[in-house]
């Protein structure tokens, strides 16, 4: 399977190349071993690895002078028509040039990877900057009848002034000034016609494209819950069976490595939510089977809602085609309260305490809500290296109003190795407490005014909340 070498030579170009991973279906960074610290596959020697990439007939795009890639790929280069796409990008990002395979999609791929980059790519083919189409590369969905001469032919008229008209639809070219009485004409065919004539040699003057149906991939955003192999759906194990390439942050496609055997890997960071949602996307436009992988449940603060915020900007039209599914999981909070009884047995609401997204004074304005309404809360992403002080701004909120016994639940990296689960009372959260044994793989359940606990002779605590409320005396 024919994929797009994203070849790095430097740490500092890293952010890059996942900017230009998230826009390509099928595509893996390389990094120069000893040089650059994470990558899909490392490498040691420049010349010889993209030599074998480009005689394999992958693509390419470097991030590094131009200079470099020609002088490397020169000696290769024989068949215009069969080259693969070889682009160069400037090391800050700042140049998108595509080198070669004009026939087979480079110019298409520098605007794309120019505009996730938000800079103009650097085109040169006079087709396609006069025509605003490359009738020379029609769309992965159509393909060109005439020979390449022929068209060559016809694209060099059009150039010099002839008029053109078009019998059919075709988006693709939409940025040709059609006429009504073209001299030259252009005509989409809807599937392979039984007519003889279309197989026989075109004029100059006549070019045919056939539109071909594209397989439609899928994309499955699952939960594979808090860590634990027992916790995951059957549903979920099947979906991950099945897929063709696994998207995700590199820590929960760890998690699932049995799984990982003969699939493509897009492992990334945890803070690259939208450009990890498009990659997926992508590679489902492009037919492949691709899962993307959250922790708990992929609808609670997770991979789900980013996905679906990306494909509501309609960025690719091609995303219409694919089929989208979202596989629950057993999330944080519900793994937690199993592990000490039923905390959650009565109305509860769930917050996360991370101001990465919405200001702290939301936050602090739903805690207080959360109180004023007496109930339970189930607490994400308590604290982190950047933002140690909120837990205990929201105590402070808590404890206005709640017993300082109020039951609270600590749970530590639940279904792994050293997870942890501990049950103290609101007072006893302590900044030396939050600094020493709690994290963003913590989650927090603080009980209502009605959160109970059993105490066993073993030492042994359950906490619940009884389905029953006490009536509100006006």
């Not at 899909?40 to 795009?61: A, C, H, M, P, S």
């Not at 005439?146 to 016809?154: C, L, M, P, R, V």
Request: glycine share 6%.
């Amino acid at each position: 399977m024919k994929y797009t070498a994203i070849v790095v030579l430097t740490e500092s170009s890293l952010a890059i190349a996942r900017q230009i991973q998230a826009v390509i279906p099928n595509s893996q960074i390389y990094g120069l071993k000893h040089r650059v610290s994470s990558a899909d596959i490392f490498y040691e020697r420049f010349g010889d690895t993209l030599k074998q990439i480009f005689t394999e007939g992958n693509g390419i795009v470097g991030i590094c002078a131009a200079g470099i890639l020609i002088r490397t790929l020169a000696p290769l280069l024989s068949d215009k028509r069969a080259e693969p796409t070889v682009l160069a990008i400037a090391a800050d990002g700042s140049a998108v040039v595509p080198l070669l395979g004009g026939l087979n999609g480079a110019n298409e791929l520098a605007n794309q990877i120019g505009k996730a980059l938000s800079v103009k790519a650097a085109i040169t083919t006079s087709g396609q900057l006069h025509l605003q189409a490359n009738l020379l590369s029609p769309p992965k969905d159509y393909v060109l009848v005439n020979s390449d001469q022929a068209a060559k032919t016809f694209v060099a008229d059009l150039l010099a002034g002839a008029k053109v008209s078009l019998i059919g639809e075709a988006q693709w070219l939409s940025g040709i000034d059609f006429s009504e009485n073209g001299s030259h004409l252009i005509e989409i065919l809807d599937r392979v016609s039984n007519d003889s004539d279309y197989c026989k040699p075109k004029p100059n003057h006549l070019v045919y494209y056939r539109q071909i149906p594209i397989k439609t991939g899928s994309l499955a955003i699952v939960g594979i819950g808090p860590g634990s192999r027992k916790w995951m759906s059957a549903e979920v194990r099947e979906l991950l069976q099945n897929a063709t390439d696994l998207v995700g942050y590199k820590t929960y496609l760890d998690l699932i490595a049995d799984f990982n055997e003969g699939k493509i890997l897009h492992a990334s960071d945890n803070r690259v939510e939208s450009d990890r949602a498009k990659l997926g996307l992508n590679l489902a436009a492009a037919g492949k089977n691709v899962v993307i992988v959250s922790s708990g449940d992929p609808g609670i603060y997770a991979m789900a809602a980013a996905v679906f915020e990306v494909l509501a900007t309609k960025e690719n039209p091609e995303w219409e085609k694919i089929q989208l599914q979202v596989a629950p999981g057993i999330s944080a909070m519900q793994a937690a309260a199993a592990q000490v009884g039923a905390p959650l047995g009565h109305d509860f609401c769930v917050i996360s305490l991370s101001d990465i997204l919405k200001p702290w004074e939301t936050i602090a304005l739903r805690l207080k809500a959360a109180v004023q309404a007496d109930l339970v809360i189930a607490i994400y992403n308590p604290v982190s290296s950047q933002r140690p002080w909120q837990l205990i701004a929201a105590k402070e909120i808590l404890i206005e109003a709640r017993s300082p016994e109020t039951p609270v639940v600590i749970a530590t990296s639940l279904g792994r190795e050293k997870h942890s689960v501990k049950v103290i009372n609101l007072e006893q959260l302590s900044p030396d407490l939050i600094k020493n044994q709690i994290n963003m793989q913590t989650i927090l359940l603080i009980g209502s005014s009605q959160t109970r606990r059993i105490q066993r002779s073993n030492d042994e605590v359950w906490v619940y909340t009884p389905r029953t409320y006490p009536k509100v005396i006006a």
